[in-house]
């Protein structure tokens, strides 16, 4: 018999291979590590991490810290010239007539009228939004702790509104509260007659607020929902064993050991409250009237949709607007840890 000899086999490589990868990753690393070997030796490691951050520092500088700088100087100046060497140093001026006013009760005696009526319909709006968001987000969150079926689902149907874009938000709502809308459209359907949602000052209000908390509370919900999960299981079993019912058991356990979530969540949600304008903006345009025009819409329209376009009014209202919810800020953090120093 004839003996075939044996065929050595080669392996077909591919680019499947375990080590093509890492091939092709040294292979373009290459150019970069001839840049960063050299740079590191040079600075030292300690030092590289100041270069990994400068990108982002460069990025925050320019578009957040600069423009703050030029709105700063901005108030103090006056003219409708955009460039800041045209711009006439006014001093103090824009604050005094920002802050001048004769009662600030009523908006009417004051210099700057339309301000101080935006500043008490944003101290309105934020008192009702932030108290119907905390309750409503807390509610939720707790009934999202629970075992209920379909949980992830619900989750994500709550979160949902967040995705959407404010503006998308405000349109949507708008479409329905018209009157010719969707509700509008309901209420005929049972009888009832046509509602002016957008033109009666009280019901614009209303529904700038419903349409805020509906729009972000999915947010707050999952940050409650968190600090709910990192309650330990043991305490409540501990508070059963000592008889305590559901409510005992909310009040002596989930609501003292959820307050640090809940300071970050009145924090967060006090100040997206007080800049509100897109949502708000989109839904009603600031009326009817100056029934929901707020503080950023007033910098807005002062700045770029007015005859005048003052600038220097529009940047000292937005300083005066920093200034207090620092203020804020500061005073809700310092109450916060005076709470956890007492618990």
Same mark, same amino acid.
């Given at each position: 018999?004839?003996?075939?000899?044996?065929?050595?086999?080669?392996?077909?490589?591919?680019?499947?291979?375990?080590?093509?990868?890492?091939?092709?990753?040294?292979?373009?690393?290459?150019?970069?590590?001839?840049?960063?070997?050299p740079?590191?030796?040079?600075l030292?490691?300690?030092?590289?991490?100041?270069?990994?951050?400068?990108?982002?520092?460069?990025?925050?500088?320019?578009?957040i810290?600069?423009?703050?700088?030029?709105?700063?100087?901005?108030?103090?100046?006056?003219?409708?010239?955009?460039?800041?060497?045209?711009?006439?140093?006014?001093?103090?001026?824009?604050?005094?007539?920002?802050?001048?006013?004769?009662?600030?009760?009523?908006?009417?005696?004051?210099?700057e009228?339309?301000?101080?009526?935006?500043?008490?319909?944003?101290?309105?709006?934020?008192?009702?939004?932030?108290?119907?968001?905390?309750?409503?987000?807390?509610?939720?969150?707790?009934?999202?702790?629970?075992?209920?079926?379909?949980?992830? +689902?619900?989750?994500?149907?709550?979160?949902? #509104?967040?995705? &959407?874009?404010? =503006? $998308?938000?405000? %349109? /949507?709502?708008?479409w329905?509260?018209?009157?010719?809308?969707?509700?509008?459209?309901?209420?005929?359907?049972?009888?009832?007659?046509?509602?002016?949602?957008?033109?009666?000052?009280?019901?614009?209000?209303f529904?700038?607020?419903v349409?805020?908390?509906?729009?972000q509370?999915?947010?707050?919900?999952?940050?409650?929902?968190?600090?709910?999960?990192?309650?330990?299981?043991?305490?409540?079993?501990?508070?059963?064993?000592?008889?305590?019912?559901t409510?005992?058991?909310?009040? +002596?356990?989930?609501?003292?050991?959820?307050? #640090?979530?809940? &300071?970050?969540? =009145? $924090?967060?949600? %006090? /100040?997206?409250?007080?800049?509100?304008?897109?949502q708000?903006?989109?839904?009603?345009?600031?009326?009817?009237?100056?029934?929901?025009?707020?503080?950023?819409?007033?910098?807005?329209?002062?700045?770029f949709?007015?005859?005048?376009?003052?600038?220097?009014?529009?940047?000292?209202?937005?300083?005066?607007?920093?200034?207090?919810?620092?203020?804020?800020?500061?005073a809700?953090?310092?109450?916060?840890?005076?709470?956890?120093?007492?618990?």
């Open positions: 018999m004839t003996t075939i000899p044996a065929t050595k086999v080669i392996p077909y490589r591919t680019n499947r291979e375990p080590g093509f990868l890492a091939r092709m990753l040294e292979h373009l690393m290459h150019p970069v590590d001839e840049i960063i070997i740079l590191q030796r040079a030292g490691t300690r030092r590289m991490a100041y270069f990994f951050v400068l990108p982002n520092l460069l990025i925050f500088g320019i578009f810290l600069l423009p703050m700088a030029l709105n700063f100087y901005y108030s103090f100046t006056g003219s409708t010239a955009l460039q800041p060497s045209e711009r006439p140093w006014v001093g103090t001026d824009n604050f005094s007539r920002l802050l001048n006013c004769g009662d600030y009760g009523n908006p009417v005696t004051c210099d009228d339309i301000f101080w009526r935006a500043v008490w319909n944003t101290g309105g709006f934020v008192f009702f939004q932030v108290s119907g968001m905390i309750v409503f987000a807390l509610v939720t969150a707790l009934a999202l702790n629970r075992q209920i079926k379909g949980r992830g +689902f619900f989750r994500s149907v709550f979160f949902y #509104p967040v995705l &959407l874009s404010p =503006v $998308v938000v405000g %349109l /949507i709502w708008k329905i509260l018209q009157r010719d809308g969707v509700l509008n459209a309901g209420i005929v359907a049972l009888g009832g007659e046509q509602m002016n949602f957008l033109v009666d000052p009280n019901w614009s209000r529904w700038v607020i349409v805020s908390i509906w729009a509370m999915g947010f707050y919900t999952l940050i409650l929902l968190a600090g709910l999960q990192s309650i330990p299981h043991e305490y409540y079993e501990a508070a059963h064993i000592d008889g305590a019912d409510w005992n058991r909310f009040r +002596f356990v989930t609501f003292p050991l959820l307050m #640090p979530t809940m &300071l970050v969540v =009145v $924090v967060l949600s %006090l /100040i997206r409250a007080v800049q509100v304008f897109d708000a903006f989109a839904l009603t345009g600031g009326g009817p009237g100056t029934a929901t025009t707020y503080i950023v819409q007033y910098i807005y329209n002062t700045g949709t007015s005859t005048s376009r003052e600038a220097g009014l529009a940047a000292a209202a937005s300083v005066v607007l920093g200034g207090a919810l620092l203020i804020l800020t500061v809700q953090l310092k109450l916060g840890r005076r709470t956890e120093a007492n618990h």
